[in-house]
T-cell receptor, first 112, second 110 residues
Framework: DVKVTQSSRYLVKRTGEKVFLECVQDMDHENMFWYRQDPGLGLRLIYFSYDVKMKEKGDIPEGYSVSREKKERFSLILESASTNQTSMYLC???????????FGSGTRLTVV | RKEVEQDPGPFNVPEGATVAFNCTYSNSASQSFFWYRQDCRKEPKLLMSVYSSGNEDGRFTAQLNRASQYISLLIRDSKLSDSATYLCVVSYDNFNKFYFGSGTKLNVKP
């Protein structure tokens, strides 16, 4: 089974801090994605990557950046955390065979 | 307009009931369709893919209607363990970006 690992389940950060959310997958998947999930809004795509060092903006990239230096690792960066970035962050990996995403267990980030 | 729309529910049904969810999508070029299940405070997990011919997996049946641009999920003989939020997902580009509905919450009661 594909495993997608997110480094933290819960994080509390202060406004203005730089925040790194790490995601690692172990199945050599090309495509990786970062979503945030908020009540009533569902999952919204922040950024995705289809290859090493490649990145594409999703629907809500403002305030975020990403890094994909190695195929297995896709990092989400909040340059200067704000309270409206309090959310559940979900990383997903996909092998390009129309088989669906595999998600990490999520990081619940609170910005105070 | 949202890419994918679902009735948020909740659907409250007794054990053993049959329940159906629908979801509509806006892009007629959509190519891939899925149902995901999400338990409270957990990540979404793939329940089943939805094929043009329809598909069945045990008590679960998924159907696709391209003409009307909706997909459905039917659950027969509901179990308490089916209580969850069911997410409808469509994809229509080469990068396999997925568009998620907001989910339909199902509560199966004893």
């Amino acid at each position: 089974d594909v495993k997608v690992t997110q480094s933290s389940r819960y994080l509390v950060k202060r406004t203005g801090e730089k925040v790194f959310l790490e995601c690692v997958q172990d199945m050599d998947h090309e495509n990786m994605f970062w979503y945030r999930q908020d009540p009533g809004l569902g999952l919204r795509l922040i950024y995705f990557s289809y290859d090493v060092k490649m990145k594409e903006k999703g629907d809500i990239p403002e305030g975020y950046s990403v890094s994909r230096e190695k195929k297995e690792r896709f990092s989400l960066i909040l340059e200067s955390a704000s309270t409206n970035q309090t959310s559940m962050y979900l990383c997903a990996s996909e092998g390009g065979n129309q088989g669906g995403y595999t998600f990490g267990s999520g990081t619940r980030l609170t910005v105070v | 307009r949202k890419e994918v729309e679902q009735d948020p529910g909740p659907f409250n049904v007794p054990e053993g009931a049959t329940v159906a969810f629908n979801c509509t999508y806006s892009n007629s070029a959509s190519q891939s369709f899925f149902w995901y299940r999400q338990d409270c405070r957990k990540e979404p997990k793939l329940l089943m893919s939805v094929y043009s011919s329809g598909n069945e997996d045990g008590r679960f049946t998924a159907q696709l209607n391209r003409a009307s641009q909706y997909i459905s999920l039917l659950i027969r003989d509901s179990k308490l363990s089916d209580s969850a939020t069911y997410l409808c997902v469509v994809s229509y580009d080469n990068f396999n970006k997925f568009y998620f509905g907001s989910g339909t919450k199902l509560n199966v009661k004893p």
